[in-house]
């Protein structure tokens, strides 16, 4: 079945520990992409990526990194998270620009 | 810069109504992408469309349509005969040309409640 992964799907956490929101994609596709859902901000853009080892910021990528090491995995690194970054995170994937696969999602708490 | 507007926060109709979700975008560029997605209440992200700004030709699946219209720089998304799995919040999105195409942003949404 053709899926997106992300894990955790859930994350309570404190400010500072570090953590990874792992995303893998089983569709060869070369398009991988992260985003955040927050409430009266909407959809906004961390980070993209066009395929392996290329990378690239979107619209609010401070306080976070990526690595696209390989074509299926592109995690999300929060080095030192903030209460800022609690959010509804979702990671994407597509065979051409725009994403069109979506993770189910993964909400983040940090305290 | 660029800005995707979508004017309608909300929009309730009764079921089989045909309802028309509005999207008005900004941009320098003269080659661009548009998008459609659904994030119904169970929250996930769905891919409906996406058209290049070339391609101005209607586009229409099933009970879904949508409009491009490049003088108004708009991309309306038509539902017809409206059913109660319609509702969701509704996004429209605009990325940009060549490495910028993967570059994308989100219209505020448009919450749609179809009632039986």
């Known amino acids: 079945e053709a899926q997106v992964t992300q894990n955790p799907r859930y994350l309570i956490t404190v400010t500072g520990k570090k953590l990874t929101v792992t995303c893998s994609q089983n569709m060869n596709h070369e398009y991988m992409s992260w985003y955040r859902q927050d409430p009266g901000l909407g959809l906004r853009q961390i980070y993209y990526?066009?395929?392996?080892?290329?990378?690239d910021k979107g619209d609010v990528p401070e306080g976070y990194k990526v690595s696209r090491k390989e074509k299926r995995n592109f995690p999300l690194i929060l080095e030192s998270p903030s209460p800022n970054q609690t959010s509804l995170y979702f990671c994407a994937s597509a065979r051409e620009p725009g994403p069109q696969h979506f993770g189910d999602g993964t909400r983040l708490s940090i305290l | 810069a660029q800005k995707v507007t979508q004017a309608q926060t909300e929009i309730s109709v009764v079921e089989k109504e045909d309802v028309t979700l509005d999207c008005v975008y900004e941009t320098r560029d003269t080659t661009y992408y548009l998008f459609w997605y659904k994030q119904p209440p169970s929250g996930e992200l769905v891919f409906l469309i996406r058209r290049n700004s070339f391609d101005e030709q209607n586009e229409i699946s099933g009970r879904y349509s949508w409009n491009f219209q490049k003088s108004t720089s708009s991309f309306n998304f038509t539902i017809t005969a409206s059913q109660v799995v319609d509702s969701a919040v509704y996004f429209c999105a605009l990325s940009g040309h060549g490495r910028s195409a993967s570059k994308i942003i989100f219209g505020s949404g448009t919450r749609l409640s179809i009632r039986p």
């Open positions: 990526s066009m395929n392996v080892e290329v990378t």
